[in-house]
């Protein structure tokens, strides 16, 4: 591909997009550019084979095209400068039309003779002096101007001279009508609010709702004002992705700028969280750009909800009023945005200290219950203890007792062995002298020995006889005798006389 | 969008437990650490996604855009 060439062409688009004031891919695609600087066409019919270039394009750029291609772009135009340079009619006049792009201009007049042809309408503007100039404008830029044209309207138009080749007449190419004057403006703001009111289309119940935490953002606003500045020095660092759309916005630029920048972002970006649409402070006619049918209708529209930050000295924008959020100036819309991240940090750190010293209560509130059974238990161990220690030292003293005793004992034991034995010996030996002498004394005292020394035994039906009394005179006794037995009878009883 | 929606859940849940310890009379220990750890770990999230981030700015190519048929 010829980088060279292609880069050629897109200058090429640039510029004429600007001078036809509409949008780089009206004129030609990426696509078919890319496609020229590839393949080459030189000529016509290889042209006409490039996708998205017909017949219509052809007649409107082909031949410039062409040119450019055939690596003679600046020649081209240069080569009309030769002095001796004989044009033909289309080409002469192909050469002076890019000449009067020259002569773009603002020209304030009053309105006369407008006729709407549908797609585009013819008017003209004069002075006192009776100077006209007739002026043609499309549809589309008539309605981005926001204005309806009345005879004796005075505006001011924006645009430049153009020769039109079938007709070979002048006429002005417009691209925006404004109003001149407060009164009128204010006039024109008034008349188009309540029509737009009237539609429903400032309604609060057709308002979208921004997310709460916006981070894909569509900026819209100049490079060059103050606004950009305030916006993003105010709205704070939270990782937000800003897509930046640099729009005029004031002057005629601004009509054309400001409702592109949403419809741009509509269809590029639908996935953004918010658009933005900020600007400083101005009167009436300085935001007249922002007051407009096709913007209003555009932000109305919009997939994607609209935050203006748009400040004003008296009357709202009506942009502002068709917008999901309004607030009055650019760092108010940079604080809208913020506030929720601001606040979630905010909230995430009460929440968290709630939950952490809610937590941290019940946990003492437990462990509070658990130290109470804590005390409480140990309290009847101590108790458990005490009792098991003073059993164990009544135990250990009456096991010292038990010792002592059996100490004792077994002394006692051991010492009573001793005197047992001894002891013994001696009872045995006085048991034995008892015997000897118990024997001795059985000896003395036997009644058969008794007997046998002349004593015998008297006895009363068996009985021994003690005493006198216990007999009675005529009783018959048993008289034992040593070697037998005698019966007699008692025949007196004399008592012994007591001594 | 995915990012944003998490910090968004993530506080809605937070604020979930919150309301839970709110509204128990004796709150069981086990659930409440429970709720505890949970929130811990909503809290880390929701506090890395709230960490300052350079934001990106990025100045629009119109000449990029999608083409029109």
Redesign the interface.
């Known amino acids: 591909m010829d980088k060279n060439l292609l880069q050629k062409l897109k200058d090429w688009r640039m510029k004429t997009a600007r001078r036809e004031n509409v949008e780089l891919f009206r004129v030609i695609s990426n696509q078919a550019l890319e496609d020229i600087a590839e393949k080459k066409p030189q000529e016509k019919s290889e042209l006409l084979e490039v996708k998205g270039i017909k017949e219509k394009k052809y007649a409107k750029y082909g031949e410039e095209i062409l040119a450019m291609v055939r690596g003679a772009g600046e020649e081209f135009f240069e080569s009309f400068k030769e002095e001796n340079k004989v044009f033909e009619v289309g080409e002469y006049l192909n050469f002076l039309n890019e000449k009067l792009l020259d002569a773009e201009a603002r020209i304030k007049g009053e309105v006369s003779e407008v006729k709407d042809r549908g797609n585009y309408l013819f008017f003209d503007i004069k002075d006192k002096e009776e100077s006209i100039i007739s002026c043609f404008i499309w549809k589309n830029d008539y309605q981005t101007s926001g204005i309806n044209l009345e005879e004796g309207m005075e505006v001011i138009i924006w645009g430049y001279p153009n020769v039109y080749k079938p007709r070979g007449s002048l006429s002005f190419q417009t691209k925006l009508i404004e109003l001149v004057g407060e009164g009128l403006l204010k006039k024109a703001y008034e008349e188009l609010k309540k029509k737009l009111e009237n539609e429903g289309l400032f309604a609060p119940e057709r308002k979208k709702t921004l997310p709460k935490y916006v981070q894909k953002i569509g900026l819209i606003t100049s490079h060059q004002g103050a606004a950009i500045g305030d916006f993003i020095s105010n709205v704070g660092n939270y990782g937000y992705k800003i897509k930046f759309y640099d729009s005029r916005v004031e002057g005629k630029q601004a009509f054309f700028d400001l409702a592109r920048g949403m419809k741009w972002f509509n269809k590029n970006f639908p996935d953004l969280d918010a658009l933005v649409l900020v600007r400083g402070g101005g009167s009436l006619e300085s935001l007249q750009a922002f007051n407009t049918e096709v913007l209003v209708r555009e932000i109305a529209g919009s997939k994607i909800p609209v935050l203006a930050g748009i400040g004003h000295e008296q009357d709202v924008t009506l942009a502002a009023l068709a917008a999901d959020k309004m607030v009055s100036t650019p760092t108010a819309a940079a604080l809208e945005i913020r506030r929720p991240w601001d606040e979630a940090i905010h909230g995430l750190e009460s929440r968290e200290k709630y939950i952490l010293n809610t937590f941290q209560n019940i946990i003492i509130e437990n462990k509070n219950v658990v130290l109470e059974a804590e005390r409480t238990l140990s309290g009847i161990l101590a108790d458990i203890f005490e009792r098991f220690r003073r059993a164990r030292e009544r135990l250990k003293n009456n096991l010292v007792k038990i010792k002592m005793t059996i100490d004792q004992d077994r002394s006692y034991l051991s010492n009573a062995g001793k005197k047992l034995s001894t002891n013994f010996e001696r009872l045995f030996s006085n048991f034995v002298n008892l015997i000897k002498s118990m024997a001795e004394k059985i000896a003395l005292h036997d009644p058969e020995r008794q007997l046998k020394l002349g004593y015998s035994l008297v006895s009363l039906r068996g009985r021994i006889v003690r005493s006198v009394k216990d007999v009675r005179v005529g009783d018959e006794v048993d008289v034992k005798m040593s070697d037998g037995e005698l019966r007699s009878k008692i025949l007196n009883k004399n008592y012994a006389k007591r001594k | 969008?995915q990012?944003?929606s998490n910090?968004?859940q993530s506080?809605k849940k937070?604020?979930e437990?919150?309301e839970w310890?709110e509204s128990q009379q004796e709150?069981d220990?086990e659930k409440?650490?429970e709720?505890?750890k949970e929130?811990a770990a909503l809290?880390k999230a929701?506090?890395e996604r709230?960490k300052?981030?350079?934001?990106?700015?990025?100045?629009?190519k119109?000449?990029?855009?999608?083409?029109?048929e």
Do not use: H, P, Q, Y
């Not at chain 2, 981030?53 to 100045?59: A, I, K, L, M």
């Not at chain 2, 119109?62 to 029109?68: A, I, M, N, R, S």
């Open positions: 969008m990012k944003e910090l968004t506080l937070l604020e437990i919150v310890f709150v220990v409440g650490l709720k505890v929130g809290i929701s506090k709230l300052k981030v350079e934001n990106e700015f990025e100045e629009v119109k000449d990029l855009e999608k083409e029109v």
